[in-house]
């Protein structure tokens, strides 16, 4: 298993996304949100998109030229339309957008649509938090809907749909919530598929419904499914992932699940709020701090050494690999190859 450090990483995939057709600003923005999404431990968003993405392009999924647009613009809200562009490009816009609203008017809402794959999702609502606000986004899949069976059902009809928030700590990392309305986003069943490596149980169903651990059993031919969040309480996240279709596929206008299995495009509600129109800054981080001290006068559960806040696995994670490197599995990285090779861009070393 190779291993890169991300500024290896970053400079290789400026390389191919520039071969492949985008703008070298386009190129900067998707692979510095894919290195950061490794970084974070999100491998399921990280470099296994470099090769994903550049197959889209080649297919004509999306276009690496195309630039995202706004067409209808409020003082507090904005509807954009990606025009067929890379996610991480639209999504960064409707991020911009959002926060320079909020600025001036105390909330930004800004949705987003036809323009494929956003990544990791957390990434939008972390700027937010960066600039000093409270970001909460949705993001559906569009018409795709064969990932995730309904509460009562063992077909897949949802799509993940993941929800994020961020908010500011005063001195450190952001407070990052980044899940899904599944029990797992279905990306890191394509990790595991990769890596050759079975999954917990409760993730997922095969064709028949009943449990297993052996990821190929969700795209098996007939196909398995992911479970909704929950367990034992599904319905909750079954009624959450609903929630996400209407929030962010029927509002931005780019539709809600009907069973298509290649997505076209994700659809994105992204709403940013400026903490000091509502409180005081100070006061909001007291009560960030307070609340987090409160929470960790908790006794430990066997097997746990310490109560982390929200994100904090992700951000130790990064540190951690942005010294020692990120590790790509072989068979992403034998995919990575072939596209490099395809558009006669160098391959690095690892370490």
């Not at 969040?229 to 319905?235: E, F, N, Q, T």
Request: charge should be negative; include cysteine.
């Amino acid at each position: 298993m190779p291993r890169f450090f991300p500024d290896t990483l970053r400079g290789f995939g400026y390389r191919l996304f520039v071969a492949a057709g985008c703008s070298a600003d386009d190129a900067t923005v998707v692979v510095d949100h894919l290195v950061e999404a490794a970084l974070m431990g999100h491998d399921s968003h990280g470099i296994i998109r470099f090769y994903e993405y550049l197959r889209q392009i080649r297919s004509g999924v999306f276009s690496p030229a195309a630039a995202p647009f706004v067409v209808r613009d409020a003082p507090c809200a904005a509807l954009v339309d990606g025009g067929g562009a890379m996610g991480q490009v639209g999504g960064a816009l409707a991020a911009r957008l959002a926060i320079e609203k909020a600025r001036l008017h105390g909330v930004g809402v800004v949705t987003l649509k036809n323009c494929s794959h956003l990544g990791r999702i957390g990434a939008y609502p972390q700027a937010a938090a960066r600039a000093g606000m409270l970001g909460l986004a949705f993001v559906n899949a569009g018409r795709l809907g064969y990932q995730i069976a309904p509460f009562g059902g063992i077909d897949g009809r949802l799509s993940t749909n993941p929800i994020a928030f961020a908010a500011p700590r005063r001195d450190t990392d952001p407070i990052l919530v980044d899940l899904t309305a599944s029990v797992v986003a279905e990306g890191k069943l394509r990790v595991a598929i990769n890596q050759g490596k079975s999954v917990p149980e409760g993730w997922i169903i095969d064709h028949e419904g009943r449990p297993t651990t052996d990821p190929r059993a969700f795209k098996g031919d007939p196909p398995g499914a992911i479970l909704p969040l929950g367990g034992v309480a599904a319905h909750k996240g079954y009624s959450l992932g609903f929630m996400v279709e209407l929030l962010a596929g029927a509002l931005s206008g780019q539709g809600t699940a009907r069973g298509e299995t290649i997505m076209r495009s994700n659809g994105l509600l992204f709403m940013v709020y400026d903490i000091e129109f509502f409180t005081e800054l100070a006061t909001f981080y007291d009560e960030v701090e307070g609340l987090l001290a409160h929470l960790r006068t908790s006794r430990l559960a066997p097997g746990f050494a310490e109560i982390l806040a929200p994100g904090e696995p992700e951000f130790r994670t990064a540190r951690h690999r942005a010294a020692a490197g990120i590790d790509v599995d072989d068979a992403t990285w034998a995919n990575v190859i072939e596209e490099a090779t395809r558009i006669r861009v160098t391959v690095p070393d690892s370490l």
